[in-house]
Each structure stands twice: as structure tokens, then as C-alpha cells.
């Protein structure tokens, strides 16, 4: 078989030395050298709800009458592109879903959005966390583990960047009122769910999260899979025991898993962490979550951080003048804070 043949779908352009193509005879005189790559015009398009060493677990044929999950591999000509978790991806080959099968995934589709943490001082790899999710849910404790704002505001700020729309829910409030927590985001008109072992929100956030795909995320130990537990029948996510010094979990869920909600829709479940790294962030998307701030700060210099130091901030002048209630830009200066100078 010849390096330009058509039946060699999936081999890339950069295996080959420009230079030992144009020297290597070429048989068929006339031929063009650039491979036409074909289109896979019949191909399936499916979501992406799990990844597993180079292994992809895609539904395709979602809510219809053959829907299945095809198991899937990489085609060479994706190149380097990364295939996460809400992805939606085009497969060819055998999409039967059979066991023993395998598809492959030829294309990407363009992402809604795109959830990320950088590395930081706890993790030093930049973690892709799930593709396309439109809500995420907000996972913290009353106490045990102590509810941390400064992550709360971390995962706020992400999920802004991101465009991804925060709903925010407070377990274990058997043990402690979140009231005094929970006046810090005042603000920030977060839609807020309270929840308790015995009595989790379930009718509720099922119909909250139905026809979404939600992105589930909290400190390890606040009861992220409990909750999850209850909104899923047979998730089956594993729970553990808080330390009761230290109020951290034993890291017990370990993987990111996509769980489908009786009501339709997902909630993509993700493992407990201690920090979230904003490396990646744009400060304007932030700051676009305050539509009111945002449309002042057009009048801001170039380059205003619309914080406390900042000379001639347009928002500080608004607040002055009365026309911006000076909470909602502290709140504001609270979130971009969290980006570091
Ligand atoms: N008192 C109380 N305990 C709870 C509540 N919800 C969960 N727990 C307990 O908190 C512990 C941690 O719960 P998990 O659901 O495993 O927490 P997680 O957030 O999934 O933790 P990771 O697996 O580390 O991500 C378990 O012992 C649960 O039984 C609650 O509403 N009240
Ligand atoms: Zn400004």
C-alpha cells in the first residue's frame, strides 16, 4: 500500500518529511500530492461520558429508540486534539455498540463550553474537566469539612469564565446553619438548594437539572456523592467518612463520571478536590457575570483591574455617585481577587 493511498483514511500529514515526499518518484505522474481526506460523511455523532486510557464510552442515538453507548478509539488524524468527558465527537467504524466492538472517533465537534482548572501549588498538570456542561452544581458542607469561600468563589469565577451557569448547593445542614456562610453571596443572585442526608432536595434539583448537563463539584468529603447517590438511582458513587479532625474525605470517588438523571439530562460527577487553580482565567469574562458592573466598566482605562487601587475605575466612580450599591462591587472585587494581581 502507498503512503497516498485512499483506503489509508487515518494516517496524518505529520508523519511525513516534506522533504522525502517531493524526492520519493511518484507513479502516478499527474496524481495531486495533498491527500483529499474524506469527509465520513456518514458518520454518527455521539457524547462522550467516559475516558479511560485511550478508551471513549460515547452515547450515540441519545433519548431514541437505538440508543446505545459504542465504545470507541482515537483516529490518527485527530492529531494531538483532546477528546474529555461532553464531548460530542463524529464516530465511523463500527458503532454497533456490540461487545468486542469498536468505533472510531474521526472529529470533535466545537465545544459550548469549556470547564478547566489550571495547575496550581496541589496539582501540577492543567485539567481539562468536562466539555459542554451548561450548569454547575456547587457542592459545600454546613461544616465538616468547614465551608471554604475562597473555593466557593474559585469555582464561582470558573464557572463565569467558562459561561457556565452556577447553582449552588449546602449539605449537612443538620450541623450547622449556613445563613452567616451563605451572606456572602447575597450578591451574587446564585440560586441556592440546602440539603441533608435524610432529607436531600431531590424533587427539586431534579427538575432543576432536567434536559441540562450539570458539572458536579466540591472539596473532597462534603457529600457530593451522597447527593449524587440520591438524585441517581443506582449511581452507586462511592461515599466515605470525613475525618473528623481534619474534615477531609479519604478521596473516595477518584474518577469523573457522567450519570444520567431520571428526569433527562446529566450530571457529570466529579472527584473531590482541595483547590482550583484560575491560571487560565479572563478577568472580563468575570467580570461579565455582573452585567451592570460590566456595561460601566466599558468606561474604565484601558487596562482598569476595577480594583480597590485602581485609578479612575468607571465602577468606583458609579459607586461614589450612588448608582451602584457598594456591596455588589465589593462582591465583584472579592471574585476578581481570587485571579491573583
Ligand atoms: N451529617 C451529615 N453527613 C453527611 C451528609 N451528607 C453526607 N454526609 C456524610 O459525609 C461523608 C462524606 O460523604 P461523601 O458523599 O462520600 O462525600 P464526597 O463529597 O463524595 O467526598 P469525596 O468522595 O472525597 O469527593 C459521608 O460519611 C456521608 O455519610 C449530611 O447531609 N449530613
Ligand atoms: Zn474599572
Redesign the pocket.
Known amino acids: 500500500m502507498s503512503w497516498w493511498s485512499d483506503d489509508d483514511v487515518d494516517e496524518p500529514y505529520g508523519e511525513y518529511d516534506e522533504s522525502a515526499v517531493r524526492s520519493r518518484p511518484n507513479p502516478k505522474g499527474n496524481r495531486p500530492r495533498t491527500k483529499i481526506r474524506p469527509e465520513h460523511a456518514n458518520a454518527q455523532e455521539g457524547r462522550v461520558i467516559t475516558v479511560d486510557r485511550g478508551r471513549y464510552g460515547v452515547v450515540v442515538d441519545e433519548g431514541g429508540a437505538d440508543e446505545r453507548t459504542v465504545t470507541a478509539a482515537r483516529a490518527r488524524e485527530l492529531g494531538k486534539k483532546a477528546i474529555v468527558t461532553g464531548d460530542v465527537v463524529d464516530l465511523v467504524g463500527d458503532t454497533s455498540g456490540e461487545p468486542g466492538s469498536l468505533a472510531r472517533a474521526v472529529r470533535v465537534r466545537e465545544r459550548e463550553t469549556l470547564l478547566r482548572r489550571s495547575a496550581d501549588d496541589t496539582d501540577e498538570v492543567e485539567r481539562v474537566i468536562v466539555a459542554n456542561a451548561d450548569q454547575m452544581l456547587i457542592?459545600v458542607?454546613a461544616a465538616?469539612p468547614e465551608p471554604r469561600q475562597r473555593l466557593v468563589d474559585r469555582y464561582l469565577v470558573a464557572a463565569f469564565d467558562a459561561g457556565i451557569r452556577p447553582l449552588v448547593v449546602v449539605?449537612?445542614?443538620?450541623?450547622a446553619d449556613p445563613a452567616e456562610f451563605l451572606s456572602n453571596f447575597s450578591d451574587l443572585d446564585l440560586e441556592v438548594y440546602l440539603?441533608?442526608?435524610?432529607d436531600?432536595p431531590v424533587d427539586e434539583l431534579r427538575e432543576r437539572l432536567a434536559g441540562h448537563r450539570t458539572v458536579a463539584v466540591?472539596?473532597?468529603?462534603?457529600?457530593?456523592?451522597?447527593?449524587?447517590?440520591a438524585l441517581v438511582p443506582g449511581a452507586d458513587?462511592?461515599?466515605?467518612?470525613?475525618n473528623e479532625v481534619t474534615g477531609?474525605?479519604?478521596?473516595?470517588?477518584?474518577s469523573t463520571v457522567s450519570l444520567r438523571l431520571p428526569t433527562g439530562g446529566w450530571i457529570i460527577?466529579t472527584?473531590?478536590?482541595r483547590s482550583f487553580g484560575l491560571g487560565h482565567v479572563d478577568r472580563g469574562n468575570v467580570l461579565r457575570a455582573f452585567t451592570d458592573l460590566a456595561a460601566i466598566a466599558e468606561g474604565c482605562p484601558r487596562g482598569c483591574t476595577h480594583m480597590p487601587d485602581s485609578p479612575d475605575c468607571a465602577i468606583e466612580e458609579a459607586v461614589e455617585r450612588g448608582e451602584i450599591a457598594r456591596h455588589r462591587l465589593d462582591s465583584a472585587q472579592r471574585l476578581l481577587a481570587a485571579l491573583g494581581a
Open positions: 457542592v458542607a465538616n449539605t449537612k445542614t443538620d450541623l440539603s441533608r442526608q435524610d436531600p466540591g472539596h473532597s468529603g462534603v457529600g457530593k456523592s451522597t447527593l449524587v447517590n458513587r462511592a461515599t466515605g467518612r470525613v477531609r474525605g479519604r478521596h473516595t470517588s477518584s460527577d472527584p473531590g478536590v
